[in-house]
């Protein structure tokens, strides 16, 4: 109560902006991730990772638009690439030579992808990329993860969410080999497809092991399901993608966020005899369409993001310092001895508070919840913006020192909350 006095005391002007949009839209928002009480806190600028709200604070930002900003909020080069494409004319009803390249770059890095295709969102990827896998096997069911997040229909947080759904599901445990490879084994040549995330993103930055990926692998090869890697948010780590860190290549992999630059966008693609069954050369092919799927600055900008930008180099780069930062987060939690600590893998980290491995979702106790708040009210108060959850996806322009001033402010946290967080491991 005393955190959400603070923060509604010095932020007037979002709470009015909260006020008004609340009669419009439900929640007063259109993006259920940005809700939190008492209001959410209305950014109106930004640059490089920095952010300024309609109160006039500035913000380090750390969430990165949730892996989608990965360039920052006014990397020159992306910007510079849109304003060319729309220069030369908004949306041409017509296929351009843009949409070309940025096939070809992605095409030449993910392992798994052998013919792609561009989507609006993330979560269009994924569901064309169910029915594409529903298209080449004739069946119908598909295989998700109890915690998995695909996109706003296809979110399984819990089973409930389930009723978004368009498609008959099964569920199975994330990193669980052995339940993996009985359940999929048991829905035999009722299964069309796995979709996974490598490492699960909205569900906690929980990394997959390679023994769950494994099975995933050897399962569907023998039942004949097709495999599919969601890496909308996970291709970020390295050039060919987590897939290829892992070593575990798919039969299809989803792709967003970042890739376009910021803008919006989504891809779906793997092997040539899935891909084909949208081959408009072939009878019988099934229809992919949408207005906006090669719009022009969604593939201009991915083609400077992922031609020019985002390299293999800058890929490793970002990836070690993402993994130097969670260690020395860490380190300051196992310095107080307090049961707090910070998943994930590369560039994008999650809070969590409770002791021992964390190795799928879990039913917070209230203590965690109310800790994960504070959490993040103590980080808005000190000046850096997460998600309300405890995410942070670095962009490219943090540096080294923003990410030393996040471990001092966490440190800062930890002294000022110990009595909280003893409580919590009790
Ligand atoms: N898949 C994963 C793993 C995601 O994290 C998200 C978004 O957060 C999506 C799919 C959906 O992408 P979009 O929000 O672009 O629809």
């Not at 590369?346 to 021992?356: D, E, I, K, P, Q």
Request: hydrophobic content about 45%; overall charge negative; aromatic content about 8%.
């Amino acid at each position: 109560a005393e955190a959400h006095a603070a923060y509604a005391a010095g932020r007037p002007r979002s709470a009015e902006i909260h006020a008004r949009a609340r009669r419009l839209m439900p929640g007063g928002n259109t993006r259920s991730v940005l809700f939190y009480t008492p209001f959410p806190t209305a950014m109106v600028r930004g640059e490089g990772c920095r952010l300024w709200d309609a109160d006039g604070r500035e913000y380090l930002d750390l969430l990165g638009e949730y892996t989608a900003g990965l360039f920052g909020h006014s990397e020159r080069r992306i910007i510079d690439a849109v304003k060319d494409a729309l220069d030369r004319g908004i949306n041409l009803a017509s296929v351009g030579e843009a949409e070309q390249e940025l096939a070809g770059l992605i095409v030449g890095r993910f392992p798994s992808i052998e013919m792609v295709r561009f989507t609006n969102s993330g979560t269009e990827a994924n569901l064309m990329a169910l029915a594409a896998a529903r298209g080449f096997t004739g069946r119908v069911k598909t295989m998700v993860m109890r915690g998995g997040y695909h996109g706003g229909v296809l979110t399984f947080a819990s089973e409930r969410n389930a009723v978004n759904v368009p498609i008959p599901l099964a569920f199975t445990d994330y990193n669980d080999p052995e339940a993996a490879m009985r359940d999929i084994l048991a829905e035999g040549d009722q299964l069309a497809a796995v979709l996974v995330e490598p490492m699960l993103g909205s569900g906690g930055c929980i990394p997959a092991s390679a023994a769950f990926l494994g099975a995933l692998r050897e399962a569907t090869q023998r039942t004949g399901a097709v495999l599919i890697f969601d890496e909308v948010m996970t291709s970020r780590h390295g050039r060919g993608g987590l897939q290829e860190r892992m070593g575990v290549t798919p039969d299809m992999t989803t792709l967003g966020k970042y890739m376009a630059g910021g803008m919006s966008f989504g891809a779906f693609g793997g092997r040539a005899g899935i891909m084909e069954v949208f081959d408009g050369h072939r009878p019988g092919t099934l229809p992919h369409a949408g207005t906006f799927n090669n719009n022009v600055w969604s593939m201009a900008a991915g083609c400077v993001a992922m031609g020019e930008i985002f390299d293999g180099e800058t890929a490793e780069a970002l990836y070690a310092r993402g993994e130097a930062l969670r260690e020395a987060l860490n380190a300051v939690c196992a310095r107080a001895g307090v049961p707090m600590q910070f998943t994930g893998r590369g560039s994008m980290l999650t809070v969590h508070f409770r002791a021992g491995a964390i190795e799928r979702p879990y039913a917070a106790r209230p203590a965690e919840d109310r800790l994960r708040e504070l959490f993040f009210f103590d980080m808005l108060a000190a000046g850096i913006y997460l998600a309300r959850r405890g995410m942070a996806a670095l962009s490219l322009p943090v540096t080294e020192a923003d990410c030393a001033r996040y471990v001092a402010v966490v440190e800062e946290f930890v002294a000022a909350r110990q009595p909280l967080l003893a409580e919590a491991a009790g």
